[in-house]
């Protein structure tokens, strides 16, 4: 799909969605009680209908109401391949959830996963005694529970979600777990997970995120969960109203957990106008500067980072290159290339990437199949000088649905 956004100025408020990060961890979370619970503002991105499929496939029983839903948990050996689309989160989290199960396990998904390395999964999950293999670090995974637990040692240079999927099956392992963790990145998502688990009733005990220590027959407790709005769909909205008018953001708690709030510091130091009001935050047009970022714990954020740079007089610089490699796309070769056809000029060197403010000019682009790309390139195409095209603009359903129509709802 083609999407076109012509030069506008952007004024109103927007509902930020509902986290996708959060709604899965609860959606596996109410899965593993044996009781009926209730998610309240789940979101119907791709990702997160696929975590509902998912529990689906492992016994829960799930009820879907308008922006709620009902889960009766109670996991059992599915009877078919349970598939994980294209979420990161849910094929690293339900690989572990999997493992604790008696009887083989296959999980698989489609588009970039397919390319996403497993072989951390594997490791982590053989080390706690159950069995696991990949296809030479890709999808499939396969697993054999029981988990017997134990201790292992993760490398959480790459990313946080095989820690996220160990920390949540560790519960139902057969003897304590200990989780010994180096170089543990976006430190942000596991206080999500610790702070979730401890509202399903689970206790963690987290010793400066070097060690994490959780005993068995502690188990998930039913209950009401809300979720809560999304700061990583919300940066790109915000970004628009600093490099293209005023924006408001409802549905925001800023003093949530998730890295992606971290857009709020980003944007100060571009100089952008920015307000935290009662339940969001305010954002609006300034003198924009070249401003310094370090991203290594938020690296989703740095697509909307590119996109207000790109409008900022000057020279920006992030730390967390290198994350992004390995994502829906090589997000750092995605940026340099889309938006040199933009007049932007992005180099990346090792972990660091240098974006040269500058023109924004019509261009036909490119989403890489990546949604954040996509949100990218419609962003930045508010402050530009004529047309801009996006082909493969139908990915940001993955985590965003309504993006190009709250896109146009505060275009002016």
């Not at 900022?312 to 040199?340: I, N």
Request: with cysteine; hydrophobic share 40%; proline share 4%.
């Amino acid at each position: 799909m083609r999407k076109s956004v012509k030069p506008s100025e952007v004024k109103g408020k927007i509902l930020a969605l509902s986290s996708k990060s959060v709604a899965q961890r609860a959606i596996a979370a109410a899965t593993m009680t044996k009781g009926v619970s209730e998610i309240l503002h789940p979101g119907s991105c791709d990702d997160t209908r696929s975590a509902i499929a998912v529990c689906q496939s492992l016994g829960a029983e799930i009820v879907e109401d308008p922006d709620r839903l009902v889960i009766r948990g109670g996991l059992k050996l599915p009877q078919k391949p349970l598939f994980c689309g294209e979420a990161g989160l849910g094929i690293r989290m339900f690989s572990a959830i999997a493992a604790t199960l008696e009887g083989e396990v296959v999980l698989t998904g489609h588009g970039s996963l397919l390319k996403r390395p497993m072989h951390i999964i594997e490791d982590a999950l053989v080390r706690l005694g159950a069995q696991c293999t990949t296809c030479k670090g890709l999808l499939p995974v396969r697993t054999v529970g029981p988990l017997t637990g134990g201790s292992a040692i993760i490398d959480g240079s790459m990313s946080s979600q095989v820690l996220t999927g160990l920390l949540m099956a560790a519960p139902r392992a057969q003897k304590d777990v200990v989780l010994i963790v180096n170089n543990l990145q976006s430190k942000p998502y596991i206080d999500i997970t610790l702070d979730l688990m401890r509202d399903f009733g689970v206790e963690v005990d987290n010793n400066s995120y070097k060690e994490f220590h959780i005993r068995v027959g502690q188990e998930y407790q039913p209950r009401a969960y809300q979720v809560e709005g999304d700061w990583s769909g919300a940066a790109f909205m915000l970004v628009a109203g600093a490099i293209a008018g005023s924006i408001e953001v409802e549905n925001l708690n800023t003093r949530s957990h998730q890295a992606d709030r971290a857009i709020l510091d980003a944007l100060k130091r571009a100089g952008a106008y920015v307000s935290i009001r009662e339940d969001g935050v305010l954002v609006k047009k300034d003198n924009l500067i070249g401003f310094d970022f370090d991203a290594t714990h938020c690296p989703d954020l740095i697509p909307p980072l590119v996109a207000l740079a790109a409008c900022c007089t000057g020279r920006s610089t992030f730390l967390g290159a290198r994350r992004l490699r390995v994502k829906e796309s090589d997000r750092a070769a995605a940026l340099q290339q889309e938006f040199a056809k933009l007049g932007i000029t992005i180099k990346v060197d090792g972990d660091v990437m240098v974006v040269e403010g500058g023109n924004i000019y019509p261009a036909d682009t490119y989403a890489h199949g990546d949604h954040r790309i996509a949100m990218a390139a419609g962003v930045v195409s508010l402050a530009g000088k004529g047309l801009v095209n996006i082909d493969g603009a139908e990915s940001v359903a993955k985590s965003y649905p309504d993006f190009w129509d709250d896109l146009a709802n505060i275009s002016l």
